[in-house]
C-alpha cells in the first residue's frame, strides 16, 4: 500500500489506516475474537497506522491493540496513535494540566504495553485548551520524558485546527474530512501542509452513510451512537453522520453511490476522494469485522478520481449538504 509521511512524527504510515472506536464502545458489541479479526485483517491487507483512544471502551480499544501488538512482536512496523483528555470528570479546559496528562499517557502505554506512545492526540478538548501556552509546554514535557514521542490534536472545528497548526512542534491534526464534510479543504489542508503538520482524516464515511447501505428503514443498536447521539445528546454531533440530518445524508448518499466505478464499492470511491485531496497524510475507517477492513484497505488501489466524478461529487454537497453543515465547524 502507498505510505506517506505523518507530519512532524517522521514515520511512513499507509494511506488507508484503521480507526478503532469500533472495537472500544458506541458502535453496538463487537466480540473479542472479531476486534481481533478486524486489527488482523487490516495489517494483512497493508494497514499499518493504527488510531485508538482511551475512552474507547474505557481502554478496551487501546488494551486489544495491546494484544495484537504483543502477538505480532516488534517487527511489524505498526504506528499507533492514541488520544487523552476525555477521561476529564468534569470535560473542562482546567483539567488539562501536566499531572493529568502524565496520569492519562501512563495509563495508555500500559493499555498498549509500550514505553513510549508513537502519537498522543488531544481528544477534542475544550476550544480554549487550544490557545493555552500551558498546554504545549506540558506535551513537550511528555516528549522530553519519553512517555510520547510525539504530539497531536483531534479537533471539531477548522477554526481549532488552525490555532494547533500555529505551535511549532505540533505533529498532527486529525478532523472530520469526507465527501460531506469539505470545509477543511479551504483553509485547514494547506496550512498544515505549509507547517508540515500532517491530516488524519477521520469520519471519512460518515459514520456509515458514505457506504451507501442505509434508508429510511435502517435500525442501529441503542448502544450505538447512531441511535443515541443524533442529535449531540453524547458529544459533538458532528461526530454521528458527520452532523448531517440523517434522511437529507441517506437521499445524498444515494447519488454519491451512483457515481461508483465499476468494481468498486461506494465506500471505497468515498475514501478515495479523501486519498485525492492533498495534504492528506492518511484516512482512518472504522470496521466491524475484517471483511470490511480488507475492502476499506483496498481502496488505495482504486485510481485517483477524474474531474467529472469530482465536480459531481461537489455538486451533491453544494445542493445538498452544505446548508446543513458548511458554517457549523
Same mark, same amino acid.
Given at each position: 500500500?502507498?505510505?506517506?509521511?505523518?507530519?512532524?512524527?517522521?514515520?511512513?504510515?499507509?494511506?488507508?489506516?484503521?480507526?478503532?472506536?469500533?472495537?472500544?464502545?458506541?458502535?453496538? !458489541? +463487537?466480540?473479542?475474537?472479531?476486534?481481533?479479526? *478486524?486489527?488482523?485483517?487490516?495489517? #494483512?491487507?497493508?494497514?499499518?497506522?493504527?488510531?485508538?483512544?482511551?475512552?474507547?471502551?474505557?481502554?478496551?480499544?487501546?488494551?486489544?491493540?495491546?494484544?495484537?501488538?504483543? !502477538?505480532?512482536?516488534?517487527? %511489524?512496523?505498526?504506528? $499507533?496513535?492514541?488520544?487523552?483528555?476525555?477521561?476529564? #470528570?468534569?470535560? *473542562?479546559?482546567?483539567? /488539562?494540566?501536566?499531572?493529568?496528562?502524565?496520569?492519562?499517557?501512563?495509563?495508555?502505554?500500559?493499555?498498549?504495553?509500550?514505553?513510549?506512545?508513537?502519537?498522543?492526540?488531544?481528544?477534542?478538548?475544550?476550544?480554549? *485548551?487550544?490557545?493555552?501556552?500551558?498546554?504545549?509546554?506540558?506535551?513537550?514535557?511528555?516528549?522530553?520524558?519519553?512517555?510520547?514521542?510525539?504530539?497531536?490534536?483531534?479537533?471539531?472545528?477548522?477554526?481549532?485546527?488552525?490555532?494547533?497548526?500555529?505551535?511549532?512542534?505540533?505533529?498532527?491534526?486529525?478532523?472530520?474530512?469526507? +465527501?460531506?464534510?469539505?470545509?477543511?479543504?479551504?483553509?485547514?489542508?494547506?496550512?498544515?501542509?505549509?507547517?508540515?503538520?500532517?491530516?488524519?482524516? &477521520?469520519?471519512?464515511?460518515?459514520?456509515?452513510?458514505?457506504?451507501?447501505?442505509?434508508?429510511?428503514?435502517?435500525?442501529?443498536?441503542?448502544?450505538?451512537?447512531?441511535? /443515541?447521539?443524533?442529535?449531540?445528546?453524547?458529544?459533538?454531533?458532528?461526530?454521528?453522520?458527520?452532523?448531517?440530518?440523517?434522511?437529507?445524508?441517506?437521499?445524498?448518499?444515494?447519488?454519491?453511490?451512483?457515481?461508483?466505478?465499476?468494481?468498486?464499492?461506494? %465506500?471505497?470511491?468515498?475514501?478515495?476522494?479523501?486519498?485525492?485531496?492533498?495534504? $492528506?497524510?492518511?484516512?482512518?475507517?472504522?470496521? &466491524?469485522?475484517?471483511?470490511?477492513?480488507?475492502?476499506?484497505?483496498?481502496?488505495?488501489?482504486?485510481?485517483?478520481?477524474?474531474?467529472?466524478?469530482?465536480?459531481?461529487?461537489?455538486?451533491?454537497?453544494?445542493?445538498?449538504?452544505?446548508?446543513? $453543515?458548511?458554517?457549523?465547524?
Amino acid at each position: 500500500m502507498e505510505t506517506r509521511v505523518l507530519g512532524r512524527t517522521g514515520r511512513a504510515v499507509s494511506v488507508v489506516g484503521l480507526g478503532c472506536w469500533q472495537l472500544g464502545a458506541d458502535w453496538g !458489541d +463487537v466480540a473479542e475474537d472479531d476486534a481481533l479479526a *478486524v486489527l488482523a485483517g487490516a495489517a #494483512d491487507a497493508g494497514v499499518t497506522f493504527f488510531d485508538t483512544a482511551d475512552v474507547y471502551g474505557d481502554g478496551r480499544s487501546e488494551t486489544l491493540i495491546g494484544k495484537f501488538l504483543a !502477538d505480532r512482536g516488534a517487527g %511489524a512496523g505498526l504506528t $499507533v496513535a492514541t488520544k487523552m483528555g476525555r477521561r476529564a #470528570d468534569p470535560h *473542562v479546559a482546567e483539567a /488539562y494540566t501536566l499531572d493529568a496528562f502524565r496520569a492519562w499517557t501512563d495509563r495508555s502505554r500500559a493499555n498498549l504495553g509500550v514505553e513510549t506512545l508513537d502519537l498522543v492526540q488531544l481528544h477534542c478538548p475544550p476550544t480554549e *485548551v487550544f490557545s493555552r501556552e500551558a498546554t504545549y509546554d506540558a506535551l513537550d514535557t511528555l516528549v522530553d520524558e519519553g512517555r510520547v514521542a510525539a504530539y497531536g490534536v483531534s479537533v471539531e472545528t477548522v477554526a481549532e485546527a488552525l490555532t494547533a497548526i500555529a505551535r511549532p512542534h505540533l505533529a498532527t491534526v486529525q478532523i472530520i474530512l469526507n +465527501v460531506f464534510r469539505r470545509k477543511p479543504l479551504e483553509q485547514v489542508l494547506p496550512a498544515a501542509a505549509a507547517a508540515g503538520v500532517g491530516i488524519i482524516a &477521520r469520519v471519512p464515511l460518515a459514520s456509515g452513510l458514505l457506504s451507501g447501505k442505509y434508508d429510511a428503514s435502517t435500525v442501529f443498536a441503542a448502544t450505538d451512537h447512531r441511535s /443515541y447521539n443524533r442529535h449531540g445528546e453524547a458529544f459533538d454531533v458532528g461526530e454521528t453522520f458527520s452532523g448531517v440530518p440523517y434522511d437529507v445524508g441517506v437521499a445524498a448518499a444515494q447519488r454519491v453511490a451512483a457515481l461508483t466505478p465499476a468494481g468498486a464499492t461506494t %465506500a471505497q470511491l468515498a475514501l478515495r476522494w479523501i486519498l485525492d485531496q492533498s495534504g $492528506v497524510s492518511a484516512v482512518i475507517p472504522g470496521a &466491524r469485522n475484517a471483511t470490511q477492513a480488507r475492502a476499506n484497505a483496498a481502496a488505495a488501489a482504486l485510481a485517483p478520481l477524474d474531474a467529472a466524478a469530482l465536480d459531481r461529487l461537489r455538486a451533491v454537497y453544494d445542493e445538498d449538504i452544505r446548508p446543513h $453543515v458548511h458554517d457549523r465547524w
